[in-house]
C-alpha cells in the first residue's frame, strides 16, 4: 500500500474504537490516549466525533460506545455468507454431543467468533459471534496458527503476549511451535485448561471446496465431566463429520 493511501486519521478512530472493550466499557479520555497510544488531543477530537456520530455517549467525564457500534461488526456478518452457512450446522452438532460449539477466524493474533450454538455456560465469559480470545492458547486458535506457514505462525508468536490465564497455559515460544506442529500432523487440537481451568476443548480446521482453511470449528465441555484425554474419543468424529459436509458450500 502507498503511503498517499493510508488515511490517518481513520486509523486512529479505529484505534479509538479498539480501546474500549469488557473490561474497559466506560473510558476518559486520557485511558483512551494511553490505550491507543495517541496524544490526548488527538483522542479527545475522536471521541468527540464518535459521539457526534451517535456511535458513543460522553457524560461529560466518561465516554462509552453505543449499541450503534455494533452496525460495523453487523457489516462483516452479513457480508460474509460463511457465518450463515455454518450456523445451522452448529445448532445441529450441539444438540447431538450435549456441548458447546463454535466456529470462528483468525484475525491478527486472535479468533474472532462467527458462530456460536451454546448448550450450556462453561466459560466465565459469555462467547457469542464477535468474542474475541488469544490464538495461542484457544483450541480453535492453535488450528488456524497450525495452518499458517511455519514463520508466520512464528511471526504472530512474537507479536503476542504470551500470559498464564492458568497454571496449565503454554507460553514458551518454542513449546507452543511443537504443539503447533503435532496439531498440523495429527489435524486438530485439544486444549486441556489453558484458557480457563475447568474448560476443555477440542477444535478442526475448516476448508473450503479449494483445500484452503478458512475457519476452525469447536466443541466446549467441562473437564470435570469430560477431561482432556477424552476429547477426541468423544468428539472428534463428530466435528470432522460437519467439517465434511461444510467443505462443499463453502468457496
Given at each position: 500500500m502507498r503511503?498517499?493511501?493510508?488515511i490517518g486519521g481513520l486509523a486512529k478512530g479505529l484505534k479509538v474504537i479498539e480501546a474500549f472493550g469488557e473490561t474497559t466499557p466506560k473510558l476518559a479520555i486520557a485511558d483512551v490516549?494511553?490505550?491507543?497510544g495517541l496524544d490526548r488531543a488527538t483522542a479527545r477530537r475522536c471521541l468527540l466525533t464518535l459521539a457526534g456520530l451517535g456511535y458513543a455517549?460522553?457524560?461529560g467525564k466518561f465516554f462509552a460506545l453505543t449499541p450503534r457500534i455494533l452496525r460495523l461488526g453487523h457489516a462483516y456478518l452479513s457480508a460474509t455468507p460463511l457465518p450463515h452457512i455454518?450456523?445451522?450446522?452448529l445448532d445441529k452438532l450441539s444438540e447431538e454431543v450435549c456441548q458447546s460449539a463454535s466456529a470462528s477466524v483468525l484475525d491478527g493474533t486472535e479468533i474472532v467468533y462467527i458462530a456460536r450454538a451454546s448448550q450450556k455456560r462453561v466459560m466465565s465469559i459469555n462467547l457469542v459471534p464477535g468474542s474475541r480470545l488469544p490464538a495461542y492458547c484457544a483450541s480453535m486458535g492453535r488450528v488456524l496458527l497450525a495452518a499458517l506457514p511455519e514463520e508466520d505462525a512464528r511471526a504472530l508468536l512474537r507479536q503476542t503476549v504470551l500470559k498464564a490465564y492458568t497454571p496449565?497455559?503454554?507460553t514458551d515460544p518454542a513449546q507452543l511451535m511443537e504443539e503447533l506442529a503435532r496439531v498440523r500432523a495429527q489435524g486438530f487440537a485439544v486444549i486441556d485448561q489453558?484458557?480457563?481451568?475447568?474448560?476443555?476443548?477440542?477444535?478442526?480446521?475448516?476448508e473450503n471446496d479449494r483445500g484452503r482453511v478458512v475457519a476452525a470449528l469447536?466443541?466446549?465441555?467441562?473437564?470435570?465431566?469430560?477431561?482432556?484425554?477424552?476429547?477426541?474419543d468423544r468428539y472428534l468424529d463428530a466435528l470432522?463429520?460437519?467439517?465434511?459436509?461444510l467443505k462443499p458450500l463453502l468457496r
Open positions: 503511503e498517499t493511501d493510508f490516549a494511553r490505550a491507543a455517549d460522553y457524560d455454518v450456523q445451522p450446522f496449565r497455559t503454554r489453558e484458557l480457563e481451568l475447568g474448560l476443555c476443548s477440542i477444535a478442526v480446521p475448516l469447536n466443541i466446549g465441555a467441562p473437564a470435570a465431566s469430560v477431561p482432556a484425554e477424552e476429547m477426541a470432522r463429520s460437519v467439517a465434511k459436509s
